[in-house]
């Protein structure tokens, strides 16, 4: 098992930054790949980045690409969504999670998942 906490969500003007963090414990972190999901009201769940247990491969959502970036640091078990320009339709829950696999690409190949932090732009 893998126990998720995000936190450093908020309410940020049009424009500006946020970084989510995300804490881990329980089974060695380094073993998984972890990704940021997102959640608007009344929407599907959707991927918005992913990285490899190296860190050495990422992978982004077109919405995002050139906004965000994520990272991780092994040695803290935590894994990073840095926010840049954000928009109002950033607005969401964001939510991290871990999957066993390389390279995950679907949102059920994620096993392990927090309890999302709420992040709001305003225009």
């Known amino acids: 098992q893998v126990q998720l906490v995000e936190t450093g969500g908020g309410l940020v003007q049009a424009g500006g930054s946020l970084r989510l963090s995300c804490a881990a414990s329980?089974?060695?972190?380094?073993?998984?790949?972890m990704g940021w999901f997102r959640q608007a009201p009344g929407k599907e769940r959707e991927f918005v980045a992913v990285?490899?247990?190296?860190?050495?491969?990422?992978s982004y959502a077109d919405s995002v690409k050139g906004r965000f970036t994520i990272s991780r640091d092994n040695a803290k078990s935590t894994v990073y969504l840095q926010m840049a320009s954000l928009k109002p339709d950033d607005t969401a829950v964001y939510y991290c999670?871990?999957?066993?696999?390389?390279?995950?690409?679907?949102?059920?190949?994620?096993?392990?998942w927090g309890q999302g932090t709420q992040v709001t732009v305003s225009s």
């Open positions: 999670a871990g999957s066993p696999l390389f390279i995950p690409k679907t949102i059920d190949q994620f096993h392990y």
């Open positions: 329980g089974r060695a972190f380094s073993n998984y790949a």
């Open positions: 990285i490899t247990f190296s860190g050495s491969y990422t």
